[in-house]
């Protein structure tokens, strides 16, 4: 069982960063690769989550076209934390960011921080 705590959201002016931090405790036998997604409102009722940025097992990133050359993301596997660094930021940035462990790639993640929230005001 792995258990991802995430943190570091805040509001900020459009143009402004962040960084946001996720610690991860616990094991399991399965290779996993780290993730950070975010669940943004589609309409007044409706939200979906959307991979930001993933880490390979290889070390291969895989950015979203929405934050590429904007965000970075990091893991340091001694610490057992991920990070994900947000510059240039814009109010359609606006959402719940969590951490995310994947057992296959493609795959919809199976452990889930508790999200940090993120607001951008223009």
């Known amino acids: 069982q792995l258990h991802l705590v995430d943190s570091g959201g805040a509001s900020v002016q459009a143009g402004g960063s962040l960084t946001l931090s996720c610690t991860v405790s616990g094991r399991i036998t399965t290779p996993y690769f780290m993730a950070w997604w975010r669940q943004e409102p589609v309409s007044e009722r409706e939200s979906q989550r959307k991979?930001?940025?993933?880490?390979?097992?290889?070390?291969?990133?895989d950015y979203a076209n929405f934050v590429k050359g904007r965000f970075t993301i990091s893991r340091d596997s001694t610490e057992n934390t991920l990070h994900l660094q947000m510059h240039d930021l814009e109010p359609e940035d606006t959402a719940k960011y969590y951490c995310?462990?994947?057992?296959?790639?493609?795959?919809?993640?199976?452990?889930w921080g508790q999200g940090t929230q993120v607001t951008v005001s223009s």
């Open positions: 991979a930001v940025a993933t880490v390979r097992l290889n070390g291969t990133i």
């Open positions: 995310a462990a994947i057992l296959e790639y493609g795959s919809w993640p199976y452990y």
